[in-house]
């Protein structure tokens, strides 16, 4: 019987596109930064204009294709990258990002998932911890936040305490619905040798501590998948649990805090993740378990048949990133009010349509930034050496 080594990294498989920073093997990620020519309108933004980029993070080096796109503040700066480790088997896709306010002391974050496994097992045990699993029993999210967050991501933190606490069921539903949809194109291919389950759970707390002599405010988000399978052991048969948490963090000064708020906002809400990019990274994972492909050569060779056959992603699995997306809503709810909501736009230029924040009287766009303002009679044209095009809400 087949064991399920190979879904440890494909079990959350929904959320690898915006989760994880580069493996130790594989090297730093492609990181973006705001070019010199994207601030020239940073120093003409006042309290009534808010300026917006798009921010795009393609998979250079595996399908070529982007992996995730969001909006972030013009004068914010933006790391991110998708990286590759070829020496695991299946090759494992990460990606991260890191948002931060011009001064710093603000950011947003997407942290790279960790790999989780328990099994009564020890032989289990052993096998999963050779191919990078922390051995931990399974918990909730709310727990894991709770006892493991500060300690592994803030370890030099003093003074923590818990301000806030959030469940997010919806966010939880979502992410299993995604996971159940991957999974069953996993299956297709590779079909399984065991049965499975696959479970979801979402939360969000939000903490005070003191780091660097200041005091700081962070609210995490964490939703975690849990792949929980039977299989033949060395006492016979038995239950292991792979689980691995997605984590989403936005940390700024207390007195700072309300005040970038609304920019935690509108990264997330305009956050998108590519749909055909998870749907490719789950086909190579499941061909290459099928055909136990494990020259790198073969499995980029892999890469490329998948990603030219140039297969439709069904709108079951778009919905499901749409809806997702729409859960996180619910993260604001309860800490902080007179957040704007989003206003759909049609952009001119690229010939779409774009979410932007509410609240503003008219939205600008030459093509790859957004200016919105509500001051009367106002034109980015004017004293600018870009073209703005005006975009029209919709209904």
């Given at each position: 019987m087949r064991t399920p080594r190979f879904l440890l990294p494909l079990a959350i498989l929904a959320f690898v596109a915006c989760q994880a920073e580069p493996a130790s093997q594989s090297g730093n990620p492609q990181a973006t930064r705001p070019s010199s020519s994207n601030r020239q309108l940073s120093s003409r933004a006042l309290a009534n204009q808010l300026l917006l980029r798009k921010q795009a993070v393609v998979d250079q080096q595996g399908f070529g294709c982007e992996v995730f796109h969001m909006l972030v503040p013009k004068d914010w700066d933006f790391q991110g990258g998708v990286a590759w480790d070829i020496s695991r088997f299946p090759p494992e896709a990460k990606a991260s990002y890191r948002v931060s306010s011009p001064n710093g002391r603000a950011v947003i974050e997407r942290f790279p998932y960790l790999n989780m496994?328990?099994?009564?097992?020890?032989?289990?045990?052993?096998?999963?911890?050779?191919?990078?699993?922390?051995?931990?029993?399974?918990?909730?999210?709310?727990?894991?936040?709770?006892?493991?967050?500060?300690?592994?991501?803030?370890?030099?933190?003093?003074?923590?305490?818990?301000?806030?606490?959030?469940?997010?069921?919806?966010?939880?539903?979502?992410?299993?619905?995604?996971?159940?949809?991957?999974?069953?194109?996993?299956?297709?291919?590779?079909?399984?040798?065991?049965?499975?389950?696959?479970?979801?759970?979402?939360?969000?707390?939000?903490?005070?501590?003191?780091?660097?002599?200041?005091?700081?405010?962070?609210?995490?988000?964490?939703?975690?998948?849990?792949?929980?399978?039977?299989?033949a052991g060395l006492y016979g048969t038995v239950q292991s649990v792979s689980w691995s948490p997605s984590i989403t963090s936005f940390r700024a000064p207390v007195e700072e805090f309300d005040q970038h708020a609304p920019a935690y906002k509108i990264v997330i809400s305009t956050y998108w993740d590519n749909p055909r990019w998870a749907v490719e990274y789950t086909k190579l994972g499941a061909t290459l378990t099928r055909d136990q492909l494990r020259q790198q050569q073969a499995i980029f060779n892999r890469m490329q048949q998948i990603h030219r056959t140039q297969e439709e992603v069904s709108d079951m699995i778009y919905e499901g990133y749409?809806?997702?997306?729409?859960?996180?809503?619910?993260?604001?709810?309860?800490?902080?009010?007179?957040?704007?909501?989003?206003?759909?736009?049609?952009?001119?230029?690229?010939?779409?349509?774009?979410?932007?924040?509410?609240?503003?009287?008219?939205?600008?766009?030459?093509?790859?930034?957004?200016?919105?303002?509500?001051?009367?009679?106002?034109?980015?044209?004017?004293?600018?050496?870009?073209?703005?095009?005006?975009?029209?809400?919709?209904?």
């Open positions: 496994y328990w099994s009564p097992d020890p032989m289990l045990q052993q096998s999963f911890a050779a191919n990078g699993a922390t051995i931990l029993q399974p918990m909730q999210a709310d727990a894991f936040l709770r006892n493991l967050y500060l300690r592994h991501f803030r370890p030099d933190a003093s003074g923590g305490k818990i301000v806030d606490s959030q469940p997010l069921p919806e966010l939880a539903q979502r992410s299993l619905q995604i996971n159940q949809y991957l999974m069953g194109i996993f299956g297709q291919i590779s079909p399984f040798q065991f049965p499975f389950e696959l479970r979801s759970d979402s939360a969000r707390v939000r903490f005070q501590y003191t780091q660097g002599g200041r005091q700081v405010a962070e609210d995490v988000t964490a939703t975690i998948d849990y792949f929980i399978s039977t299989t749409q809806r997702r997306s729409a859960a996180y809503d619910h993260i604001f709810d309860n800490y902080i009010q007179s957040l704007r909501g989003l206003q759909t736009y049609a952009d001119p230029v690229n010939q779409l349509n774009v979410e932007l924040p509410t609240g503003y009287d008219n939205a600008w766009t030459n093509g790859s930034d957004y200016v919105l303002s509500d001051a009367p009679g106002f034109d980015p044209n004017l004293g600018s050496t870009q073209t703005w095009h005006r975009m029209d809400r919709q209904p």
